[in-house]
């Protein structure tokens, strides 16, 4: 099970940290991945974070405001949301991967339900 927490309504230019609780999986076997979804939008990738962490990935979108990390004592992973702008609005989900390094951003197989960000003046 993941379960999210952390989002909020923020001002542009502010920043947030969102969580993501893992329990009932191998949680240090394998990579995990932040996703959103904005309104009226399809899904789409934000970041993966490999099994150790020593790896990582980002939308374009994203890269440079937004970093990944994960404590495997916790099984938790965080997304650091920095910089952000209205674009940024969207539910934000976590993901577990199928594998232990970030591949492809369909290699996801469960999911949370999911974290509300509103950016917004």
């Known amino acids: 099970q993941l379960v999210e927490s952390g989002g909020d309504l923020v001002q542009p230019g502010g920043s947030l940290r969102l969580s993501c609780a893992a329990s009932?999986?191998?949680?240090?076997?394998?990579?995990m991945g932040w996703f959103r979804q904005p309104p009226g939008k399809m899904r789409e990738e934000v970041a993966c974070i490999s099994m150790l962490g020593q790896t990582t990935k980002y939308a374009a979108s994203v890269k440079g405001r937004f970093t990944i990390s994960r404590d495997n004592d916790k099984n938790t992973v965080y997304l650091d949301l920095n910089s952000l702008e209205v674009e940024d609005t969207a539910i934000y989900y976590c993901a577990k991967g199928q594998w232990a390094g970030c591949r492809g951003w369909s290699d996801f197989d469960e999911w949370g339900q999911g974290t509300q960000v509103a950016v917004s003046s």
């Open positions: 009932g999986l191998r949680f240090g076997d394998y990579s």
